[in-house]
């Protein structure tokens, strides 16, 4: 079945530095890709649904210019955190919108910026 | 505007006994799709089931099913004979049209289940 691959699962970082997350669609060509984030014991929150070679639409509240979403080729999908703070601790999620209308999540990343 | 709720936050059950996990919704489009997902402590997103707005059946997938009103705007998952390892947390979550997986999917809050030997 489709997978994909998210990576890293775990990432440390310091405080002000950048933080990149991939998404890779290993055997199918993921057309949209959306952005979840989840914090200790709530729900996923969409963050932006990016398209193969568009810019991403982002939900109301999420800071563009600090989750920078890339979409530039039908199987990579990334998400820079940049300027990270520890109010962005949280676990990213990436999710693959398939034509039979399913999604296939990526096994998400934990960020912890300290 | 909150458009799926879930209103357990946590729920427990006996081993092999059965669990009405609620959720409801709010849409006016009359094409919507209906998704619950278990999460494990590990974070991985687990499908279990799906509905569609115009499916005439309520789903069905081994120990799932899920109880679909439309009417009532509704569609809570049933596990059947619940076992240690369905313990995590379930979220149902809504796709407004269609237009194959293109729409963006929104989650509720959340139950978390807990089943005991």
């Known amino acids: 079945g489709a997978v994909v691959s998210q990576h890293p699962s775990w990432v440390i970082c310091k405080s002000g530095t950048s933080v990149k997350i991939e998404c890779r669609s290993l055997?199918?060509?993921?057309?949209?890709m959306f952005w979840y984030r989840q914090f200790p014991k709530q729900s996923l929150m969409l963050m932006a649904t990016?398209?193969?070679?568009?810019?991403?639409?982002?939900e109301q509240g999420v800071e563009k210019d600090k989750f920078l979403i890339n979409h530039a080729s039908l199987t990579l999908s990334t998400l820079t955190v940049t300027s990270a703070h520890p109010e962005d601790s949280s676990f990213y999620i990436c999710?693959?919108?398939?034509?039979?209308?399913?999604?296939?999540f990526g096994s998400g990343t934990r960020l912890t910026v300290v | 505007a909150q458009k799926i709720t879930q209103t357990q936050p946590g729920m427990f059950v006996q081993e092999k006994e059965a669990v009405t996990l609620d959720c409801t919704y709010d849409?006016?489009?009359?094409?919507?799709?209906l998704f619950w997902y278990k999460q494990p402590s590990s974070g991985e997103m687990i499908f279990l089931i799906y509905?569609?707005?115009?499916?005439?059946q309520n789903a069905t997938e081994g120990r799932y099913s899920l109880n679909f009103q439309k009417a009532r705007k509704s569609a809570n998952l049933v596990i059947s004979a619940s076992q240690l390892g369905d313990s995590a947390m379930y979220f149902c979550?809504?796709?407004?049209?269609?237009?194959?997986?293109?729409?963006?999917?929104?989650f509720g809050a959340g139950t978390r289940l807990a089943v005991h030997p």
């Open positions: 999710s693959a919108g398939a034509e039979n209308g399913g999604y296939t």
């Open positions: 055997d199918f060509q993921a057309t949209t």
């Open positions: 990016s398209n193969e070679g568009s810019k991403a639409t982002y």
């Open positions: 849409t006016s489009d009359p094409s919507y799709g």
């Open positions: 509905q569609g707005s115009y499916d005439q």
């Open positions: 979550a809504m796709r407004e049209g269609f237009s194959g997986g293109y729409n963006k999917l929104i």
